[in-house]
């Protein structure tokens, strides 16, 4: 007999503590989560919101996502916590630097994911928040996919980092909001002017932080439509 997901279900995955070591020096605290049986389809590389307002990884969709994606959509879920950043997994050394030393968290996390399951080439990094500046300025790694930016407030990302991307051209999709507290989808469609590639998916009567069971399916299912599209839609039973 089915039953219905809801927000405390955990389905059936592999999942494992990591530590991550930065090429300057911290260790951080991270987990991945891998299909219990099926061979993995793609994997995402998640960055969390702004761990001085609560960001962590085990903030809700990624927690959740890590519950449920390797199971739903086949998919390998990589979650950490940046530099000086504390959730129930653990606090990963170092401190916050708004960005600036995460380069080096970013760039462990990618390279982590990519040795550890070498025969996948999906690899994606989802930003929230926060995480999109990291996605935008630090996720440049070659074995990248493309970035998938859930409520992206443009916060310290500069001109030349969507410059950047417009010139590389792999596909950047951005998640908003339609009541977004920092950058709705208006704006949005301003502030990204440069990078001309961009994909906008808008999301009606969301908000930043895509609370309640509703959204976190929608979001999810964003996602799966991306980087798994024969898993979509996703099932709200199992």
């Known amino acids: 007999m089915s039953e219905v997901i809801r927000a405390a279900t955990v389905l059936p995955a592999r999942r494992q503590p990591v530590q991550l070591i930065t090429t ?7 987990e991945l989560a891998l299909p219990e049986t099926n061979q993995v389809a793609g994997a995402l590389v998640m960055l969390h ?13 990624y927690r959740k996502a890590a519950y449920r994606l390797p199971a739903l959509a086949d998919l390998a879920i990589f979650r950490f916590n940046t530099r ?3 959730s129930e997994q653990g606090k990963s050394e170092g401190e916050f630097t708004n960005g600036v ?16 399951l070498p025969d996948v080439k999906n690899i ?5 928040s926060f ?3 990291l996605a935008l300025k630090h996720a440049r790694d070659a074995r990248v996919q493309g970035l998938i930016l859930l409520s992206p407030p443009l916060r310290t990302s500069q001109e030349s980092d969507l410059a950047w991307w417009a010139h590389d051209g792999r596909r950047v999709i951005a998640i908003v909001p339609e009541f977004d507290d920092y950058l709705p989808p208006a704006q949005a469609r301003e502030r990204f002017a440069a990078l001309t590639q961009l994909e906008m998916i808008e999301v009606a009567n969301g908000k930043h932080l895509w609370i309640g069971e509703p959204s976190v399916q ?3 299912n964003e996602i799966v439509k991306i980087v798994n599209p024969a ?3 996703l099932p709200t039973e199992y």
Do not use: C, Q
């Open 84 to 86: 000086g950043t504390e």
């Open 24 to 30: 300057d020096g911290l260790t951080l605290i991270g």
């Open 49 to 61: 919101p702004l761990p001085t307002h609560g960001g962590m990884m085990d903030s809700h969709i």
């Open 131 to 133: 995480g999109t500046d």
């Open 218 to 220: 929608r979001v999810h």
């Open 231 to 233: 898993k979509y839609p």
């Open 101 to 116: 030393d995460e380069k080096f968290d970013v760039a462990a996390a990618i390279d982590f994911v990519a040795n550890a």
């Open 124 to 128: 994606w990094v989802v930003g929230w």
